[in-house]
Every structure is written in structure tokens, then in C-alpha cells.
């Protein structure tokens, strides 16, 4: 049995595709922030189970609850902009039916941003553990959380889709709130940062993404995007520089 997790906070225009996507899972959860919109709704339309929760600011948290309510020996996990496709469920009913020695697997995900995939840049290596046995082990971080299992884990050669952003007003919204977030736990973790971190970093990151990753070929989206992961790398430092001068 395979059970699929999403979390959601005011996700009207995304949660529709991302719930279509994981109908084949023998459940699905999803652990909604409290949405004012008609998140909610639409998910209890499509047969998933709602619990209501509040993220207050930890996504470990959040997923943990998931996994802890989930039912089945399987879980994924799929965020509300996200979305399975048929080759990759076609992929993890095979895999599942199989008796790998395997306790959980990292998925590629390719992005979708501003009318184009990006194929290269940052996004274009990303591979995110989302699928394991719900005993394997915890989610752990805040914030840009991770899941950490204990066994042998694989790969999955399809990918699935994420379509983050829709506008720029959004990306810098949401690049706020995690930035935010990133630098608490650093402050947290007693993590120091120099003037010169505030400058080295996010060009260094601009430098490697757009340049060395080669994001130019993806066009426009590819130069917002890198500009946009840069600013979150400058705003991270910026808000942890402040919160030590804050204590000094």
C-alpha cells in the first residue's frame, strides 16, 4: 500500500493538478496550513483526507504529521505545485512490486517556469528523496527540510514536474518567507556571517548557476531565475547579519 502526502496553504490554482496526478495511491492526505481559499474544498472533492494543521514555520513538522498518519508501508511525497507523471507512476508500481533491498528513492524533478522548462542552472540537477518506507526514518530542518532514512536508498530515472512561481510577485513573496526562515536557523545553529558573506555569496551563487550551470541557455527564465536565487542567497545573509547585530 502506497500512501501520498501533500502539504498545502491557499493552493486553489495548483492543488487540482497535483491531487489528479497521485489518484492511483491507495490514500492520500493532505496537511493544509489553515487555507482561507478553496484549497480545502477541492481537495476533499478529489476523495483525499484533509487534516487541518497549522506550519507554524516547520516544514519537518508538517510532513512528519503527514507520515505519521499515513496508513500505507509506502509513502510519497508530492508538493501542491507539483505533479506525478504517468511514466514515473508507471515507474514506482514497478519498482514497489519488486523486492529491491531499497528503502526509499530520490526522484528527479524538472521545474517549469515562465512558459519554459529549464534544462540547465540550478533547478536542472535537483533530486529530492520523496518516496520511501514510512518506517525508514524522519524528516528533519525547518525549513529547506530534508528526509533522513536509514538503508540502502536508489534513484528513479522519471522524473516529476514542478511549477513553482507563476509570477514574479509570488517568487519574491515566497523567497522572503524562506529566507526568513533560513536565516533563524542558522542564527539558531550559531552559524557566523562576515559583511563580505553578504556580497561573496549571492554573486558567487549568480556566477555558478547562470555561468558555470550554463542557466543563460534557458533564455529569460533562466536569468530570473538565477537572479532570484542569488537575491534569496543575499537576503539570507542580510536578515542573519541582522538578527546578530540585533544581540551584540
Same mark, same amino acid.
Given at each position: 500500500?502506497?500512501?501520498?502526502? =501533500? +502539504?498545502?496553504?491557499?493552493? @486553489? ?5 497535483? +491531487? ?6 491507495? %490514500?492520500?492526505?493532505? =496537511? #493544509? #496550513?489553515?487555507?482561507?481559499?478553496? !484549497? ?8 483525499? *483526507? ?10 519537518? %513538522? ?7 498518519? $499515513?496508513?500505507? #508501508? ?14 514515473? @507512476?508507471?515507474?514506482? /508500481? @514497478?519498482? +514497489?512490486? *519488486?523486492? !529491491? ?20 542552472? %540550478?533547478? $536542472?540537477? =535537483? /533530486?529530492?528523496?520523496?518516496? $520511501? ?8 530542518? &525547518?525549513?529547506?527540510? =530534508? ?11 522519471? &522524473?516529476?514536474?514542478?511549477? &513553482? ?7 519574491? %513573496? ?9 536565516? *533563524? ?27 558555470? /550551470? ?31 547585530? /540585533? *544581540?551584540?
Amino acid at each position: 500500500m502506497i500512501s501520498a502526502i =501533500v +502539504l498545502s496553504h491557499n493552493d @486553489q490554482d495548483t492543488i487540482r493538478q497535483c +491531487l489528479s496526478s497521485v489518484l492511483w495511491c491507495d %490514500e492520500v492526505i493532505v =496537511v #493544509d #496550513d489553515n487555507s482561507t481559499d478553496a !484549497t480545502i474544498g477541492i481537495a476533499k472533492k478529489t476523495g483525499a *483526507k484533509v487534516c487541518i494543521r497549522a506550519l507554524n514555520d516547520d516544514f519537518s %513538522e508538517q510532513r512528519n504529521f503527514g507520515l505519521f498518519n $499515513a496508513k500505507g #508501508d509506502w509513502v510519497l511525497f508530492v508538493d501542491s505545485d507539483e505533479a506525478i507523471t504517468e511514466d514515473l @507512476q508507471k515507474e514506482i /508500481r @514497478q519498482i +514497489l512490486n *519488486k523486492e !529491491t533491498g531499497k528503502v526509499g528513492y530520490f526522484v528527479k524533478r524538472n521545474d517549469y517556469f515562465m512558459g519554459s522548462w529549464l534544462l540547465h542552472g %540550478e533547478t $536542472a540537477n =535537483v /533530486r529530492l528523496l520523496r518516496l $520511501a518506507k514510512k518506517e525508514s526514518g524522519c524528516w528533519q530542518r &525547518p525549513v529547506h527540510e =530534508v528526509w533522513v532514512v536509514k538503508g540502502s536508498v536508489g534513484e528513479l530515472n522519471k &522524473p516529476f514536474h514542478h511549477f &513553482p512561481h507563476p509570477n514574479v510577485a509570488q517568487f519574491l %513573496e515566497k523567497i522572503n518567507s524562506y529566507s526568513s526562515l533560513q536565516a *533563524k536557523l542558522l542564527y539558531r545553529d550559531n552559524v557566523r556571517v562576515y559583511w563580505w558573506h553578504i556580497i561573496a555569496y549571492p554573486a558567487g551563487k549568480f556566477f555558478v548557476n547562470y555561468i558555470w /550551470r550554463l542557466g543563460f541557455l534557458d533564455g529569460t527564465a533562466g536569468a530570473v531565475m538565477a537572479i532570484m536565487m542569488s537575491f534569496h542567497s543575499f537576503l539570507v545573509r542580510a536578515k542573519l547579519w541582522q538578527l546578530r547585530d /540585533r *544581540k551584540t
